[in-house]
T-cell receptor, first 116, second 112 residues
Framework: GAVVSQHPSRVICKSGTSVKIECRSLDFQATTMFWYRQFPKKSLMLMATSNEGSKATYEQGVEKDKFLINHASLTLSTLTVTSAHPEDSSFYIC????????????FGSGTRLTVV | GDSVTQMEGPVTLSEEAFLTINCTYTATGYPSLFWYVQYPGEGLQLLLKATKADDKGSNKGFEATYRKETTSFHLEKGSVQVSDSAVYFCALTPQRDDKIIFGKGTRLHILP
């Protein structure tokens, strides 16, 4: 079945630095990928929709300049948390849609970001 | 806007007990409904889905029926196992939209 690889699984960074998270579809092409943030004891919140070759669509309240999304190819989307702060610490999950399967969303295993 | 509400956890049951995790939704039109499961240390996996009213999704002994009249999609299993311990997310995709909207998740603990 469709596989989405997300890397790194865990990252610790210092305040003020930037962190890049990669999301790759391994055996299918994904024209659309999604980035979610999971807060403790809260639901997954959609941050943005990433479309290959065009600008990402951000949800209301998500800072575009802070969470940079690039979807340069049909198999790779990246999320860069710029100038990270402790409040950015969270669990980030990507999802890719396999166009061959209706409602075929496949999720990455997530990235635990800790900003110290 | 569209939303999903599911029962808060954690839910702790003994092995072979009957499981129900309640899920209700708010959405216009006819959304598709899903249950996803997240096992410890792993990513989200689709457990089952239903795309229209009265559809029943089923997988691995779990079932959920799309109830339009009560806007519900409750997850049930007749006899749970220790290996079912995980976090379960109810979710929907609005009609004519790519987004997935998740509930908060329900952590399930099954005791041997």
């Amino acid at each position: 079945g469709a596989v989405v690889s997300q890397h790194p699984s865990r990252v610790i960074c210092k305040s003020g630095t930037s962190v890049k998270i990669e999301c790759r579809s391994l055996d299918f092409q994904a024209t659309t990928m999604f980035w979610y943030r999971q807060f403790p004891k809260k639901s997954l919140m959609l941050m943005a929709t990433s479309n290959e070759g065009s600008k990402a669509t951000y949800e209301q309240g998500v800072e575009k300049d802070k969470f940079l999304i690039n979807h340069a190819s049909l198999t790779l989307s990246t999320l860069t948390v710029t100038s990270a702060h402790p409040e950015d610490s969270s669990f980030y999950i990507c999802s890719a849609r396999d166009a061959r399967v209706w409602d075929g969303y496949t999720f990455g295993s997530g990235t635990r970001l800790t900003v110290v | 806007g569209d939303s999903v509400t599911q029962m808060e956890g954690p839910v702790t049951l003994s092995e072979e007990a009957f499981l129900t995790i309640n899920c209700t939704y708010t959405a216009t039109g006819y959304p598709s409904l899903f249950w996803y499961v997240q096992y410890p240390g792993e990513g989200l996996q689709l457990l089952l889905k239903a795309t229209k009213a009265d559809d029943k999704g089923s997988n691995k002994g779990f079932e959920a029926t799309y109830r339009k009249e009560t806007t519900s999609f409750h997850l049930e299993k007749g006899s749970v196992q220790v290996s079912d311990s995980a976090v379960y997310f109810c979710a929907l995709t609005p009609q004519r939209d790519d987004k997935i909207i998740f509930g908060k998740g329900t952590r399930l603990h099954i005791l041997p």
